[in-house]
């Protein structure tokens, strides 16, 4: 649709309150919105509450939206109902952190209001301005329903906090039309803007036709005239519906994070989207050609969630974001239930975030690794060390000293014998099916070895998390990382599917790592230095709390070496 001429610098006049906007009537939600603020001081404890993942008091979450940093002051926005635990009513919650693990709730951020929004408010993501002043593109669903792009900017500059933002009366800047041939039902996500070297500014919105994927280009010299480009950034066949598509720069010196809208020979690009189809993600490495606009995966790439991906368990709708106060880039990543929806309503809310992760690009250029932010680590308390130690085949050993519902575990694995490895059939190429087929429980010659974390005395629930080296061809090592739900609880209503991914590292010159962060319902696991990550989610009957346990083990024939360090970890402050 058109839309009046309006300058940046006029529109950040009027921002900064030389003159007046037409601003819209905020009352939709006003008495649900404040209802979270209220509900952070009424928790009641129960099993399977997290201790220091982000989770509001109550409801249903999804997507992390919108991440920033401004004036030193964390900001989360996601998705939230007000109304209930399950999905509906969608707002943009809002909760603020200085440290990334203590979180401070205030009022619903953006909530239905206009036309273009009315029926509800969904994902996007912030851009910060020349002058370091953030704005919000989201998308709004209008009384068509149809799905369009939205433009919110705060109403306070000086409020670190951000805690009301306004809406352009020129909303909605982005729709559908016939004429620009966009599937109404399939228009969501912008992603972080960022500016080109002709000045004007770009933004990617997920789509599809038929069952390809696509990631919509749009461009503007003000940030509030959009023109559809002529072609997407880039595409992929067979992928179907793109949610949450993110596009972002990665330095291939150093861990350094890099501003969005930056580019150069020292450069290389991700490209990630969230599959709509599978509830999976995946992203590629590549080239952004500025001059033509348009991403090219490098040689090789695999375009669908059967490529790399940040976390091969449960994790979805990720978004990243510079911080800029220590040159990283930060992942964020929604954890969804693995419980049945009438428990979910039973207990009262759903969804947690994941921690939030450095992300860089691996020193091969060929992958991303990633790690939890180290301010997680001022949580950790009463702190064990695990011994150099060999831990026989068929053996069991409890870590104690720490709450093992609650815990940060680091173990290193050495192999020093690889002549009984088992030998990778080239038809075991899908990693899921195959620690879905190998399981904890079944025996091989180099593993399983690994952890058995929130495990019941006795071992009638336990989810291990465990590693299988295999022969395969040139004789060279194949590693096989899961995460096995299997026996994670006796509560049969649950989803107890099991994960794997095969790590990229070699073993006979490497030690293989493994880092667990353990939270009552909650596993997320770092493999091979951050190279592979699975998060689970799980609901133990027996080991709960107190009555959980935690085992370092090995089911393989042949020993291995452990060492490592475990500790407990104290609550975090999440209203």
Not at 435 to 456: D, E, M, T, W, Y
Request: proline fraction near 6%.
């Amino acid at each position: 649709m058109a839309i009046s001429s309006f300058s940046l610098y006029c529109f950040l006049s009027l921002w900064l309150g030389q003159a007046l906007l037409l601003q819209a009537s905020h009352h939709v939600y006003r008495n649900l919105q404040t209802s979270l603020v209220a509900d952070s001081h009424h928790q009641v404890k129960e099993p399977y509450r997290t201790g220091y993942h982000f989770q509001p008091p109550k409801n249903w979450i999804n997507d992390p939206n919108g991440p920033l940093i401004y004036k030193g002051i964390y900001h989360l926005f996601y998705q939230y109902n007000p109304k209930g635990a399950v999905w509906g009513n969608i707002v943009w919650a809002h909760s603020t952190s200085t440290d990334l693990v203590n979180w401070t709730p205030h009022d619903a951020a953006i909530y239905p209001s206009q036309p273009s929004d009315i029926n509800g408010c969904w994902s996007g993501s912030a851009t910060i301005l020349p002058g370091g002043k953030p704005v919000i593109l989201y998308t709004g669903i209008n009384p068509q329903n149809q799905q369009v792009q939205n433009l919110a900017y705060p109403k306070n500059l000086s409020d670190p906090y951000l805690r009301e933002w306004t809406k352009v009366p020129q909303n909605p800047l982005m729709a559908p039309t016939q004429a620009n041939q966009i599937n109404a039902s399939s228009f969501r996500d912008p992603t972080t803007a960022w500016l080109g070297p002709d000045k004007r500014w770009r933004v990617i919105i997920g789509s599809k036709r038929d069952q390809t994927g696509f990631a919509i280009l749009y461009r503007s010299k003000d940030f509030l005239n959009w023109v559809k480009a002529k072609h997407p950034l880039h595409s992929a066949k067979k992928t179907g519906m793109w949610e949450c598509p993110d596009f972002y720069p990665v330095s291939i010196k150093g861990q350094n994070g890099l501003h969005t809208s930056e580019n150069g020979p020292d450069v290389k690009h991700v490209l990630k989207a969230s599959l709509d189809n599978t509830k999976r993600e995946y992203y590629t490495i590549g080239t952004y050609n500025i001059h033509k606009d348009i991403y090219i995966p490098d040689k090789g790439s695999v375009e669908s969630d059967a490529g790399l991906r940040y976390d091969y368990g449960k994790f979805y709708a990720s978004k990243t974001f510079f911080d800029s106060s220590k040159n990283r880039r930060i992942l964020w990543g929604w954890i969804n239930e693995s419980s049945s929806v009438e428990d979910d309503i039973k207990k009262g809310w759903s969804g947690i975030q994941a921690i939030p992760r450095k992300i860089w690009l691996d020193k091969s250029g060929k992958q991303l690794v990633q790690w939890p932010v180290a301010e997680i680590e001022k949580l950790r308390e009463k702190g064990v060390k695990l011994p150099s130690s060999v831990l026989k085949g068929g053996s069991v050993h409890e870590v104690l000293g720490v709450t093992a519902a609650q815990a940060d575990v680091a173990i290193t694995f050495e192999i020093s014998d690889f002549k009984k490895a088992e030998v990778l059939d080239p038809s075991w190429t899908d990693p899921q099916l195959l620690c879905s087929q190998k399981n904890a429980s079944v025996k091989g010659g180099l593993g399983p070895f690994g952890l058995l974390v929130l495990a019941s005395k006795g071992l009638k629930e336990y989810t291990a998390v465990f590693y299988r080296i295999f022969k395969g061809h040139n004789n060279k090592y194949v590693v096989l990382l899961c995460s096995d739900q299997s026996r994670s609880s006796l509560n049969q209503d649950n989803d107890k599917t099991t994960y794997g991914a095969f790590l990229k590292v070699d073993p006979l010159h490497e030690k293989l790592s493994l880092r667990s962060l353990i939270d009552h319902s909650v596993v997320e696991s770092f493999a091979g230095q951050g190279k592979a990550c699975i998060t689970a989610r799980v609901y133990p009957t027996l080991a709960i709390d107190v009555d959980a346990h935690l085992y370092a083990f090995n089911y393989g024939t042949d020993d291995v070496k452990i060492t490592g360090s475990a500790w407990s970890l104290k609550t975090a402050e999440i209203n």
